[in-house]
Every structure is written in C-alpha cells, then in structure tokens.
C-alpha cells in the first residue's frame, strides 16, 4: 500500500463525491503523461485524521485489521461524510489475491470504486463481487505515446459492464477523430449504458485544450450515440490531494 487518505474525487462521473482513498503501488503500463508515484515502498502514507493533510508512516507490508481500524475510525469520526472507497495506483488490479482478501471487509465499511487503466480483465473479473463502480481507461496512443491495447480494453470493457461503469478518455493535442471514434463504437459495443468521460491533460498547470477543441471532440463521441461528459481534474484546481 502506498498511501490511505481523505479527499473529493476529482474526475469522473463521481467528481465532488467525499470519498477515501487507498492506493497501490506498480502499474502494468506507462504512459507519456503519468505524473504519478506508483513505486513500492518500505513504508505508506496514512493521513492522521481525515481530511488534515498530515500523514505518518507505516510500514509495508499493511495488515487489513490496521486498514479497517483506521477507516472506521474515520467514518466515526465524520459520519456520513464518506460517499464511497476508492481504489487506486497505479493500477490496484495487480494486486488481485491482495484485494480479493482485503475487499469483501472494505466494502462492508462502504461502497467501492475502482480506478483502473482497464487491461486486466481477469483480475477485474474476480473482484467484480465486491465492486459498485468501476472507473476505466482507454489508453489512447496519441496521449500515452504506446499503442492502444484494443483487445484488451474490449473485454474488459465487457465485465465492467456489469457494474455501474465509465470510461475515461484522457485527450489532449493531437487525439485523433479516429481515435475517438474507435473509442466511442468499443461503448456502444459493448457498455451501452456507461458514460464516456472526456478528460483534457492539464499541461503546465493550464487545460491543454481549447473549449473549441473539447467541443468538437464532444461532437464527435455524442454524434456516435454515447453519453459523454467532458470533466477536467478537479482536484488540482481545489488543490486537493
Ligand atoms: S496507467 Fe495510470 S498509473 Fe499507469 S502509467 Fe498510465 S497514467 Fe501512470
């Protein structure tokens, strides 16, 4: 585990939703833009009290009972306050034996969210019992400067439709009309009712797109029949973690 904290989630379809964060180390890709930390550590950051911004140390490996003490700990203290677990990296789905322990406990504490890059379908298959919203990637190449893994995201795409789920593209100078396109007919295809999210790199603290630029991209995705929001990284505006 790399850190546990309180904030708001700051992209997707549950943005401004309260919400505690568990993250992981390791990711499976990597992407041109990353701009996240994932490296295992000796030790993770737990925030002292919800919400403070101060953290102590742990050391890894974590046992579950000190993640559940800590969060119901926090959920007493601000009751209600909590919308939902979220799950993130990296790319939690590497840890698949880890969470298939750890998740039927946490989700007796609170709904749970999965941010995922959306290349691991097996993982995901197994945890899909425990899981109430499922946030996916597709990666596309003209921003992670890899191809995109089609295959993959396809089938996974197919299981998280089980679940309440959305897609996040995340766009910037020189996405492709065809990219968009191909994104939008995988929705339709195989998650009619999930949402797509166009998310705009923010690149030296700015958006990186033109709202010209966001809109036609959005012309495009809608025009194919897909429920489309176009949701910045609120996060970094409110300065949040
Ligand atoms: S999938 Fe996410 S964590 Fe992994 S390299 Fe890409 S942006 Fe970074």
């Known amino acids: 585990m790399l850190e546990l904290f309180s904030s708001v989630q700051g ?13 992981l180390a390791g990711c499976n890709l990597c ?7 994932f490296a295992p550590s000796a030790h993770c950051r737990v925030e002292q009290q919800p919400g403070s911004g101060q953290f ?5 490996p974590v046992a579950l009972p000190m993640v559940l ?9 601000a009751p209600g306050a909590h919308h939902s677990l979220a799950l993130t990296g990296g790319e939690p789905l590497l840890h698949g034996a880890l969470l298939r322990d750890w998740l039927p406990q946490l989700r ?45 995201h396809d089938e996974f795409l197919r ?13 910037g100078p020189g996405t492709a009309t065809t990219e968009l396109e191909q994104a939008a007919a995988l929705v339709v295809q195989r998650a009619p009712a999930a949402t797509l999210v166009l998310q705009p790199r923010t690149l030296d603290h700015r958006c990186s ?5 966001l ?24 300065g949040m973690l």
């Open 69 to 77: 003490g800590q969060i119901r700990d926090w959920l007493q203290q």
């Open 31 to 37: 992407c041109a833009y990353c701009d996240t930390d």
């Open 108 to 152: 007796g504490l609170l709904p749970v969210q999965l941010e995922t890059n959306g290349t691991l379908p097996q993982a995901l298959a197994e945890l899909l019992p425990w899981l109430d919203f499922v946030a996916m990637d597709i990666k596309l190449a003209s921003q992670t400067g890899v191809p995109t893994p089609w295959a993959a």
């Open 11 to 23: 992209e997707g379809l549950l943005i401004g939703c309260r919400q505690i964060f568990l993250r």
């Open 215 to 238: 809109l036609a991209m959005q012309t495009v995705v809608a025009g194919l029949g897909v429920e489309v929001r176009v949701i910045g990284q609120m996060h970094r505006y409110l």
């Open 209 to 213: 797109l033109s709202a010209a630029e």
């Open 159 to 171: 299981l998280a439709a089980q679940r309440c789920c959305w897609v996040k593209l995340v766009v």
């Open 56 to 60: 102590v140390l742990w050391p890894n």
